[in-house]
């Protein structure tokens, strides 16, 4: 099935589109600069040096989110994105030159121009140009057998947004078909043009369907068939929580085995708790120095928490609240008498207060990345509330995850503070589950890396 927002050929576009724009846009800085066509060897000395510029400027546009969904399918927040983004790649490119006098040019004035061009030649690609390469000039027809909130938010995503390559034009639900409303629907398929079926599988209703269903996408090849899961996680990056039956985590989630994986994982924690620590030495003095002014209390705070297999840990963390609620059942929002400091809002919006988790790290307990690890009196409540929670527990948590790069908070929250925020983060906690590997690691990892330091997008 192709993707539904344009698909990996869109992504490959914008990419290769991008890297065009780096260097048409060296290339008419130097005319620019000189008020002449440059010549191949002074093109060639600038390329060589702007060549390890394009490449870190690539992965910067990776990091703050510019080959995501939201850089093919929104476009409202994506000027001040690419202006803020672009703005760090020339203070970076000031930087390497400065640091490596070695690479023989100076470009001072050069860049200066370069920002100019850069910036006018990335909006054009990147809001005129490339949207009107990808948006479909028709949509394909699809329709959908389903129930539910989940079917209700894939419904009207796709279908408010022309900037997907179908839409659904045919909606029933699974009882309405299995009580003998199937010759309706089949001609309201052919009627609608829909070329594509999605069905929620997992429903009770459309298990006596499936041999109907069976014969009209595979024997009569009437349409293509897509399971609404599927579909819902390539939309949303989760999993649709109130569709999944126990099947679901019997074939998805199963224990965690020594692999290549496993041991490159563990290789990577080491190094980036050694990291972790070496940062924890440098800020402590600073951090303690800060909390003294503001104010009495302790410098380090533990709590007990759940880990993998809802086996109990002992955490280490920076203090960020007036007091410590390690044995708290609630949320932090609903505890009035305790709240956030000066000192700990700063170190929670870089991250630092996690950092002495480093501990827990070389000790195992823990992952750079996985399911964050709930305080043990919440995380108990939590799973006597929501259905399959304690399954987030199958593998390592972690001190980022999917769930915090993806979740937008209310207003005001650094975490979940609700049972409604903690299902969406289930939700995306079990995509995490089922689908991780190194390669899913380095994208948490890096898009972890632009909510720490950058921060130049609200995606």
């Known amino acids: 099935m192709p993707m539904t927002f344009g698909g990996k050929k869109a992504l490959t576009l914008l990419f290769a589109g991008d890297l065009a724009v780096f260097g048409v846009a060296l290339w008419l800085t130097l005319v620019l600069r000189y008020w002449a066509l440059p010549p191949w060897w002074l093109l060639r000395l600038h390329l060589g040096a702007f060549s390890i510029l394009f490449a ?26 690419i202006l803020r983004t672009q703005l760090f790649n020339i203070v970076l490119a000031a930087l390497l030159f400065f640091f490596l006098p070695q690479i023989g040019i100076a470009p001072k004035t050069n860049l200066g121009i370069y920002l100019v061009v850069s910036l006018a030649l990335i909006f054009a690609w990147r809001l005129a140009l490339f949207p009107r390469l990808t948006k479909p000039s028709a949509r394909d027809g699809a329709a959908l057998v389903g129930s539910g909130p989940e079917v209700e938010e894939l419904i009207a995503e796709v279908n408010g947004n022309p900037r997907y390559h179908l839409e659904f034009r045919v909606c029933v639900e699974p009882h309405t078909l299995v009580r003998g409303g199937w010759d309706e629907f089949v001609e309201k398929l052919a009627a609608s043009g829909s070329s594509l079926l999605v069905v929620d599988t997992e429903n009770d209703a459309v298990r006596a369907l499936l041999p109907r269903i069976y014969e009209l996408t595979f024997v009569k090849h009437r349409c293509q068939f897509v399971d609404l899961n599927r579909m819902y996680e390539e939309v949303f990056d989760r999993v649709p929580l109130s569709l999944l039956r126990y099947e679901w985590f019997l074939q998805n989630i199963t224990p965690v085995e020594v692999s290549l994986y496993s041991l490159c994982k ?11 620590g070496a940062v924890v030495l440098v800020v402590v003095p600073f951090v303690y120095i800060a909390m003294r002014l503001e104010g009495p209390g302790p410098l380090f705070i533990t709590q007990e928490r759940l880990g993998e297999g809802r086996s109990h840990m002992r955490v280490y963390k920076f203090r960020s609240m007036r007091f410590n609620n390690a ?23 870089t991250s630092l207060d996690e950092f002495p988790q480093f501990i827990n790290i070389l000790r195992g307990e823990l992952s750079l990345i996985g399911p964050r690890n709930d305080i043990e009196g919440l995380g108990l409540r939590l799973a006597d509330v929501i259905p399959y929670y304690n399954a987030r527990y199958a593998v390592k948590p972690g001190i980022t995850g999917w769930a915090q790069i993806n979740q937008q908070y209310e207003p005001g929250h650094l975490s979940p503070q609700s049972v409604e925020e903690t299902k969406m983060r289930l939700a995306y906690d079990f995509y995490y589950i089922k689908n991780h590997s190194l390669a899913l690691d380095l994208v948490i990892a890096l898009k972890t890396a632009k909510r720490m330091f950058f921060r130049v997008s609200s995606w």
Do not use: H
């Open 56 to 81: 870190l400027w690539l992965l910067v546009f990776y990091i703050a989110g510019l080959y995501g969904k939201q850089a093919v399918l929104f476009k409202s927040a994506l000027p001040g994105v």
């Open 266 to 276: 563990r290789l990577i924690d080491i190094v980036g708790a050694v990291a972790m």
């Open 327 to 349: 044995r708290s059942g609630d949320w932090v929002g609903e505890e009035k008498e305790n709240s956030i400091t000066r000192v700990g809002n700063i170190l929670r919006k």
